[in-house]
């Protein structure tokens, strides 16, 4: 008992809260021991700085977008130089961390389940009790989602059963210990809680700070395809483009704009940002230099995304947050092109050309976007995945990517670093790819940490 005690304890007062205010409304909050009314439960689901604001870029940080020149690595913390590597720890009981991030958020999403359960005076607030349900659900699915990209192996078909997943807290009691769940019933939670939400949530939200049916739908397409389950993926998809399909044209965004994005939710579904750890941080962060080049000359992403340093190397800049901070939630671009690879692998190539070219519009110059005419199904595959690389870059999901696609594609990615002058890299499928779990937890809950 007291082992599942320390955990959530960890979880609820390990985190360092920052702020972001130009991005992040910030919203009533709400006393944990005293929320027993539906507003005060409404309001801990409105508290930006735990429900949407983290300690960002891990998986990010883990991924082959950047690099870090000798100089740099040099100058990192021993966390940021073990994220950088691949180290057995990268978390040396620091606060700054994603996992206690995610799962405090998942713990306030189970506490107002719990107490929702609790309240028997809402018949006359029905609908709104019932919206309340919804976001909880969402928000730990997100949370669970982000984790088990981080902590887990790829969803294999095979294997899910066996893999190591992580802990499933679906309950805000102290005395319930923690355990690791296999990856396919991790899957199969955040399946069912999207579901639940899917039902309760309204359509939309003009505070893109909460959850919706459309982001639901985003989001449940995402987990098919991590699943390779590409009918669904595409299913989900579309529904959501059928809800709002509006894309941001870059031609009308100015390069020339320290943060071109300052401002802006067009085309954002959901938000979720934060700080990034060190090494993300443009003094130190060089992009990799074979990903900048295959931004063509009229790629507005080009001159959007980045800015030169002095040596030559580039920086990020483009971040939807519209500062250093990074934007890690969900938009339209993530329905499109998650139904376009949908469509893709399951050889609707004419009606992938429909969508791909529709998202190309909003990318390229006018009279320069590629032409995909003649493209067979396996250019228009490899298009498809240059393209979501370039879109999402900065935005935490390239690690889960390269995961997926090593696991069901014959090219295989094999990411590089140079670590203090000595070569270190990930062959396809290499236990790393599932990182470390906090050395703490693994003490204080005995659950077994991942094979190096």
């Known amino acids: 008992m007291m082992k599942a005690l320390y955990f ?89 961390s994603a996992w206690l991030d995610y799962y405090k958020t998942i713990y306030y999403s189970n506490h107002v389940l719990t107490r929702l359960n609790k309240i028997t005076a809402w018949s006359v607030q029905n609908k709104r009790a019932e919206e309340v349900k919804g976001k909880a659900y969402f928000f730990r699915a997100f949370g669970f989602y982000k984790l088990v990209g981080l902590f ?38 955040i399946l069912d809680d999207l579901y639940m939400a899917e039902k309760l949530l309204p359509i939309e ?30 299913d989900y998809a579309k529904k959501a483009l059928s809800i709002n399909s509006k894309l941001k044209d870059l031609k009308t965004y100015k390069a020339t704009e320290r943060y071109p994005f300052i401002g802006s939710e067009e085309e954002i579904v959901f938000i979720v940002a934060g700080g990034a750890y060190t090494l993300l941080d443009k003094k130190y962060c060089k992009i990799d230099t074979t990903l900048y080049a295959s931004y063509s000359q009229h790629d507005l992403r080009k001159k959007l995304f980045f800015e030169i ?48 070219t529709v998202f190309l519009k909003n990318r390229y110059a006018e009279g320069y976007v590629p032409t995909l005419a003649e493209k067979s199904q396996h250019e228009l595959l490899k298009l498809t995945l240059d393209e979501r690389r370039k879109e999402f870059i900065m935005r935490d999901s390239r690690w889960s990517d390269i995961k997926r696609l090593n696991k069901i594609d014959q090219e295989t990615i094999i990411p590089m670093r140079d670590v203090g002058g000595k070569k270190v890299s990930l062959q396809r499928n290499d236990n790393r790819y599932a990182l470390p779990l906090p050395a703490e937890i693994i003490e204080i809950t005995g659950m077994p940490q991942n094979p190096r």
């Open 8 to 96: 959530i304890l960890g979880l609820l007062f390990c985190v360092q809260i920052l702020s972001c205010n130009k991005f992040l409304d910030e919203k009533v909050d709400a006393n944990l021991k005293e929320a027993d009314n539906l507003d005060d439960l409404d309001a801990l689901l409105n508290s930006t700085q735990v429900m949407n604001y983290y300690v960002m870029g891990l998986g990010e940080a883990s991924a082959d977008n950047y690099y870090l020149d000798k100089a740099s690595w040099e100058s990192m913390d021993i966390i940021d130089r073990e994220i950088y590597g691949w180290g057995p720890e990268i978390f040396f009981q620091n606060s700054l």
């Open 152 to 189: 887990s192996k790829a969803y294999d078909k095979e294997g899910a059963a066996t893999d190591l997943g992580i802990p499933l807290r679906l309950t805000d009691d102290f005395n319930v210990p923690s355990e690791r769940a296999s990856v396919k019933v991790c899957y199969q939670q």
């Open 205 to 234: 939200q003009s505070n893109r700070h909460l959850p919706s049916v459309q982001a639901a739908y985003v989001l449940l397409s995402s987990i098919y395809q991590h699943m390779q389950d590409f009918e669904k993926s595409l």
């Open 309 to 356: 340093n002095k040596d030559g190397s580039y920086y990020f800049k483009g971040s939807y947050v519209g500062s250093r901070g990074l934007f890690m939630g969900l938009t339209i671009a993530d329905a499109y092109l998650n139904a376009i690879e949908a469509l893709v692998r399951l050889n609707k190539v004419e009606e992938a050309k429909e969508y791909l």
